[in-house]
Each structure stands twice: as structure tokens, then as C-alpha cells.
């Protein structure tokens, strides 16, 4: 009955991944011999969901070949969106269109600064048939002021061991319970991201700080930051400066 029960569930996600669809069939085959479903599920989904976790969104893109903002206008009419790569290999740059409803709801979850560190695959369509998979780091995101809609978009070319300079948002937790901000204390943003130099495989999505113990007039220095493995703050900062107080 368990085992009906879990391929039901299965047969309900058609938008699973592929590395997690796979697992839940590696292990109703197993359970099938060892009589252990739920141990296999737990261990099969726990390592697929952390593989799918790390694989970068991919976005749907085909090469174009008119520049200027009368081929824009035609491409947005036709429910395409402009975007380009810079710095490919040789230090070409590529045109693109994407699909701009697809790229509107990746924009609106990400949100204008985590699209800036934020790496994509891009599976480039070639015009002969099949494609091609070029890894690229979101740039900027240029949308109309009366609408919203994504005007264009850029991306600059991001292989793993590649060093980029991204702004990484801070994001804060524990707020709820901070006893300066219960004191009546307002969040004092001196920095709303960190400049960072960091490897294409390890650019931090943010850095998430923990301000529960924070009382009023607290601050908290670049030096409160944990880095990961692969990235390091410019070298140009004054790290001596806060980037968050608790003032009254």
C-alpha cells in the first residue's frame, strides 16, 4: 500500500527533476527486494534533492543576429526578450532572445539583486539543430518603468574555475527576537551587499546573519561575515566599517 501510495505521489509531480525522479524509481526497485522503502527513499532523496539544489536554473535561449532597438522592439513583440553574454571565450560576446515569459517569472522569484549573483545554464538553441549549454553569471536586469516587463537582460560567461566580481546580498534572521529591535530599535542598512571576488562554482547566493542577541546601538563588521570556501571580499573595502547597526 505504501509503495501505491508513494507512486502515486510520483506520478503527481510532473515537474520533478530528473535527479529526483530518478530516485524515487532506484528505490521503489529496491524496496521491491528488500522490503526497506522508506530508509531508501530517505537516503536516495536526500543526496538527489542536495544535487538538484547545486545545478544552476536553466534558461531556454536561441542566438540572434539584428542589434539596435528596432530588432528589440520586433523581438519583444514576438514575446522574446533581448539578452546578451559577454566575456565568452576569446572575449566574444553572444546575442540572444529568450522567452520573456519564462525569464519574467525567473526575474520576479530571484529578484533584481540575487539575479546579479546568480549563475545560469543557458541552453543555447543552434539554428541547424540541436544546442549547446554555456554557464553564465547574471549581470543586470533592465525593465521598463511603467510595466515592469524585462527589457533585456546580460549575463557575463561564468566556467567553474572562472574568478567574477559579484555583490552578494546580506539577508538577516532573528529579527523577531532581537532585543534592540524589541526596545523599539530600527534596522540601520549601511550595506545591502558585499562586494566579492569568488570562483564560478562558488559564488554565495547571500550571507545570512543572525541579529537575535543584537541590542540597541549594536553593529556588525564585515569581520562578522562567514566566507565561504572559494570567495574572498574586495580588497578595496574598509572592513573597519559596519554594515549593519541596530540604532534607536
Known amino acids: 500500500m505504501l509503495r501505491q501510495g508513494v507512486a502515486r505521489v510520483a506520478s503527481s509531480m510532473p515537474a520533478m527533476s530528473s535527479s529526483l525522479s530518478a530516485a524515487l524509481s532506484s528505490s521503489l526497485a529496491e524496496c521491491s527486494t528488500s522490503g526497506r522503502l522508506l530508509p531508501a527513499l530517505a537516503a536516495r532523496f536526500s543526496a538527489a534533492a542536495a544535487a538538484s539544489a547545486a545545478e544552476p536554473p536553466m534558461l531556454v535561449a536561441e542566438p540572434r543576429g539584428d542589434a539596435g532597438s528596432i530588432a528589440a522592439t520586433r523581438l519583444r513583440r514576438g514575446g522574446r526578450t533581448p539578452g546578451i553574454v ?60 511603467d510595466t515592469d516587463a524585462v527589457e533585456n537582460v546580460t549575463f557575463i560567461y561564468c566556467p567553474p574555475d572562472r574568478q567574477v566580481r559579484v555583490d552578494v546580498p546580506l539577508k538577516i534572521i532573528g529579527d523577531d527576537i532581537s532585543p534592540g529591535i524589541k526596545a523599539g530599535g530600527r534596522l540601520n542598512w549601511i550595506r545591502r551587499t558585499i562586494p566579492c571576488t569568488a570562483r564560478g562554482d562558488a559564488i554565495p547566493s547571500d550571507f545570512t546573519i543572525d541579529i537575535s542577541k543584537m541590542g540597541l546601538n549594536d553593529k556588525l563588521y564585515f569581520t562578522d561575515l562567514s566566507i565561504p570556501v572559494g570567495a574572498a571580499l574586495n580588497t578595496k573595502l574598509d572592513t573597519s566599517l559596519p554594515i549593519l547597526k541596530v540604532a534607536k
Open 86 to 145: 559577454f566575456s565568452g571565450p576569446g572575449g566574444e560576446q553572444q546575442l540572444l532572445a529568450l522567452d520573456s515569459k519564462e525569464l519574467g517569472r525567473l526575474v520576479t522569484k530571484l529578484g533584481r539583486t540575487a539575479w546579479a549573483c546568480s549563475v545560469f545554464n543557458l541552453e543555447i538553441q543552434r539554428p541547424e539543430g540541436g544546442s549547446d549549454t554555456v554557464r553564465a553569471l547574471g549581470r543586470q536586469v533592465h525593465m521598463a518603468a
